[in-house]
């Protein structure tokens, strides 16, 4: 579950990492109002004004902004809030604007003495651990950093087991050539950052940037922090942070049903029931020369009522040329699914625009097929893996 901005940074500064202070607003109204108070707070008259999507890349689309005053804070907001703002990370058409985040300025007078550098911790499946990923060159062309100068990229493994030792902090502080009342600051961010990911089960925190201020401060000026789904039972309180607006419509209707489902870019919609075969499915529409448009599965219990919400789901992509159903009747018998498939073809009528390619194996996939094949519906039955291949393939071409 990805989080905003300014929900990431309520996360850090809880476990006691120093954070950009900011108000999230959702009308130019408040966002002037949040200005005032924060003006009040730290006696300065400089904000930013930052769009909250769930994206990266949004200065470079226009998304943050410096406002000197009230007046520029109002029209600023104003004017991103609502916008369809266009970055790297987003779709070609962008994504809406819903709210801002207004921030407090914190490149303040001598600010150029202050650096900007990246922090992250994530996984690293590779090896188990926990890894902490950072560079002296942060800012908003870090993958460009990553790219062309690799070198500059320091990680930094923590076995789980063990945790953080106090000695891999300083070594992170002394990579990123601090010294000083800064180098301590460095220390306490790290150990800090690395226990809220730790205790909010999160797959990913990224602060890009991480500012050292002209006053040898430390802070969080950004946050991307995605909680890892699997964990969200043991934290009740961050479900009421998800923002439905920022996630795919149709991924948010298959949830609500009970399906997994996940929106690719390809023309093959997939319906299988178990996530193994799911993948298998996959690769076996590539080797057929067409790309998956999904994952979907349907569990255990591929009934027709479930079938027919899953059709829809498929058909609402419009880049889908055909659908591959593999169901294995193992939990579920295949007459069953394969009547289900029938009758749900039959209610969506028109709705099924596209060849429908089914392979049923397992208990009484012989009547399955039967039934399939006698149907006089445009669904066309297959048995081995090879032959549902080759189907794919003459209904895409």
Not at 195 to 200: D, E, I, M, P, Q
Not at 275 to 281: D, E, V
Not at 310 to 319: C, Q
Request: hydrophobic share 40%.
């Amino acid at each position: 579950m990805n989080l905003h901005e300014y929900q990431g940074k309520e996360i850090l500064a809880s476990y006691g990492v120093a954070i950009q202070r900011g108000i999230v607003a959702q009308t130019a109204e408040e966002a002037v109002t949040a200005a005032k108070k924060l003006t009040d707070e730290t006696g300065t008259g400089w904000h930013v004004i930052k769009a909250q999507i769930h994206a990266g890349g949004r200065g470079k689309g226009g998304g943050v902004k410096i406002a000197k005053n009230l007046e520029e804070v109002s029209t600023l907001a104003g004017q991103i809030i609502g916008m369809q703002l266009i970055t790297p990370q987003t779709p070609p058409e962008g994504k809406p604007v819903h709210q801002v985040l207004v921030a407090e300025d914190v490149y303040y007078p001598g600010a150029s003495d202050a650096s900007e550098f990246y922090v992250s911790v994530l996984l690293n499946r590779a090896t188990g651990k926990n890894m902490i990923m950072y560079s002296t060159e942060g800012g908003m062309d870090i993958e460009t950093v990553a790219e062309e100068t690799p070198h500059l990229i320091f990680t930094e493994e923590i076995d789980p087991a063990t945790g953080m030792m106090p000695f891999q902090a300083r070594k992170v502080a002394f990579n990123l050539g601090l010294s000083g009342q800064a180098f301590k600051e460095m220390t306490k961010f790290i150990t800090s950052l690395y226990t809220a990911y730790v205790n909010s089960d999160s797959s990913l925190f990224e602060i890009n940037p991480v500012l050292k201020t002209s006053d040898d401060k430390i802070l969080a000026v950004d946050a991307k922090v995605s909680i890892d789904d699997n964990a969200l039972f043991r934290h009740k309180d961050y479900l009421a942070l998800r923002d439905i607006r920022e996630e795919n419509p149709i991924e948010v209707e298959a949830g609500e049903v009970g399906l997994n489902y996940v929106d690719l870019d390809g023309n093959v919609g997939c319906m299988v029931n178990g996530a193994g075969l799911a993948m298998a499915t996959m690769d076996l529409i590539k080797q057929a020369g067409g790309d998956p448009a999904n994952f979907l599965d349907v569990g255990g219990t591929a009934d027709a009522a479930r079938v027919e919400t899953a059709f829809r789901l498929i058909l609402k992509d419009p880049n889908v040329k055909a659908i591959l159903v593999n169901i294995f009747g193992g939990i579920v018998r295949c007459d069953r699914v394969a009547q289900g498939i029938v009758d749900a073809y039959k209610n969506l009528g028109d709705a099924i625009n596209v060849p429908i390619i089914v392979r049923l194996q397992g208990t009484n996939a012989d009547i399955a097929k039967e039934l399939i094949d006698s149907s006089g519906l445009n669904v066309l039955s297959a048995t081995a893996f090879q032959e549902a291949a080759d189907k794919v393939q003459q209904a895409i071409k």
